[in-house]
Structure formats: C-alpha cells, structure tokens
C-alpha cells in the first residue's frame, strides 16, 4: 500500500501543476509548491532554507504521531525486564505454557497501559507525508540547480552524507539510551547498521535529500531529549516508581 500510494512508478517525472492522479495532485505538488514558493518569495531563491523550513514545519505537524510513537516505544522499553522474566518462566514450548505466557503477557501489558502496536500506527500514518515531501524534493527541477552552504542542492555530497550518518546515529543512540534497548543485540545492530545504510545512500543521492534528512535528524533528536525525562517520570509514577 506504501509502495503504492508513494507513486513510486513515476519518480523520475518532474513534478508540474499538470502532474495527474490524487498523489501528485494532493500530496507531492502542494509540498514541491510550498519548497518553490518560500525559496523565491521569502528567500530570494534559496532552496536550501526552503527545506530546511519545510522540513520542520513537516515534523511540527507529525509530532504529535511521533510523540505517541515515542511514549509508545519508551513504556515498551522499560517492561522489558518483565517481559523478559516472564518469557524465561514460559520457556516450554508446549500449548499449555505457551497459552500462560500469552496470558501473563497480555496482563503485563494491561498492567502498565502498553500496547504493543501503538509504536507501529503512528509510522504508517506519517510515511504518506514523508515520502511525499522526498518526491517533491526529487521531482522539483528548480531545486537541482541553486546551492546551499558548501553544495550543490542536485548533487551528492560526501561531507554532508557523514553529518547525515551521524546525526542518525546519536538519534539512535539518543532513542536508545537509559533503556533496557541498549542490552538488546538486534538493537544494537540496528544502532550501526542504519546510520551506515542512510549514509550510504546519501553519499549517491542529491544533497537536497540529505539536507531534509540532517535537518530531520536534529528535530527527532531536540524532540526526544525535550519529551523523554518528563515522559519517563509519569510512567515510574503512574507504575509504582520504579522502571520495573
């Protein structure tokens, strides 16, 4: 559904008031019309600041999602030493015990108002968004041809592509730590393997998409630290005062 609803078929098309069918018409054109209309008029043609706006005015308007995402994802985090007790005390395979580990799982969940698929929702709501405002940064012709710092919009840039594997690192890290998540190995090796992905694919693609990522990167992160320590005292108070 993703897949489609990103049109991912016509990538390469630039993106006009002719463009045709609901994607283009409601999704990717007022996004690419929004970048072109600060970066001329507010901006004097900079592209580079009409992103950088853009971007964050995109990440205002999901924040309550991802902030659900997060207190979703934090109060997952903190069970998991239970989680854990429990799973080693259901350890058997057999249908009985299998049935009591459901149980005493979901009554866990019960316990502490956790529900394990609320971190998923609020990812499948904002990808339409997301990926939109990727296709009007690639299909927007203007964007290609203006620079911004020390690159060029429509071509890769190495410097900018480390900064974008960085930022996404300490993002992770930052997700990550004063968590049981630190201890978890697929954690961890989501905690090398992503930034180095995202890098990789900044390093070939336009900086204009590395720049949206960058600046992403350092709201998630400015986001997390702000919502994280309020978010974690309400769930030790609403839970006894402990992590556990």
Same mark, same amino acid.
């Given at each position: 559904?993703?897949?489609?609803?990103?049109?991912?078929?016509?990538?390469?098309? !630039?993106?006009?008031?002719?463009s045709?069918?609901?994607?283009?018409?409601f999704?990717?054109?007022?996004?690419?019309f929004?970048?072109?209309?600060?970066?001329?008029?507010?901006?004097?043609?900079?592209f580079?600041m009409?992103?950088?706006i853009v971007?964050?005015?995109?990440r205002?308007?999901?924040l309550p999602l991802?902030?659900k995402?997060?207190?979703s994802?934090q109060?997952?985090?903190?069970?998991?030493?239970?989680?854990?007790?429990?799973r080693?005390?259901?350890?058997?395979?057999?249908?009985e015990?299998?049935?009591k @580990?459901?149980?005493?799982?979901?009554? @866990?969940?019960?316990?502490?108002g956790?529900?394990?698929?609320?971190?998923?929702?609020?990812?499948?709501?904002?990808? #339409?968004?997301?990926i939109a405002f990727?296709?009007?940064?690639?299909?927007?012709?203007e964007i290609?041809?203006?620079?911004?710092?020390?690159?060029? @919009?429509?071509?890769?840039?190495?410097?900018?592509?480390?900064i974008t594997?960085?930022?996404?690192?300490?993002?992770?890290k930052i997700?990550?730590?004063?968590?049981?998540a630190?201890d978890?190995p697929?954690?961890?090796?989501?905690?090398?393997?992503l #930034?180095?992905?995202?890098?990789?694919?900044?390093f070939?693609? !336009?900086?204009a998409?590395a720049?949206?990522w960058?600046?992403?990167n350092?709201?998630?992160?400015?986001?997390?630290?702000?919502?994280?320590? !309020?978010m974690m005292?309400?769930f030790?108070?609403n839970?006894?005062?402990?992590k556990?």
């Open positions: 559904m993703t897949a489609v609803l990103s049109g991912c078929f016509n990538i390469d098309e !630039p993106i006009t008031p002719e045709e069918g609901i994607w283009n018409s999704f990717v054109y007022p996004l690419s929004l970048i072109t209309y600060i970066a001329e008029d507010i901006f004097t043609h900079n580079g009409a992103i950088v971007t964050i005015l995109l205002t308007l999901i991802n902030i995402q997060l207190k994802t109060a997952m985090q903190m069970i998991q030493p239970e989680l854990q007790e429990i080693e005390k259901y350890s058997s395979k057999d249908a015990t299998q049935q @580990l459901q149980q005493e799982t979901m009554s @866990l969940f019960q316990r502490h956790v529900n394990p698929l609320a971190g998923c929702l609020p990812i499948f709501a904002q990808m #339409p968004i997301l990727y296709h009007a940064i690639s299909r927007t012709e290609s041809d203006y620079g911004f710092l020390w690159f060029q @919009l429509g071509d890769p840039s190495p410097i900018l592509a480390i594997s960085a930022t996404t690192f300490a993002q992770q997700m990550m730590s004063g968590s049981s630190g978890n697929q954690m961890k090796v989501m905690l090398y393997v #930034p180095v992905m995202i890098g990789v694919f900044a070939f693609f !336009p900086s998409l720049l949206y960058v600046v992403g350092f709201f998630m992160i400015a986001q997390t630290l702000l919502i994280r320590k !309020p005292r309400e030790e108070k839970n006894g005062g402990s556990k």
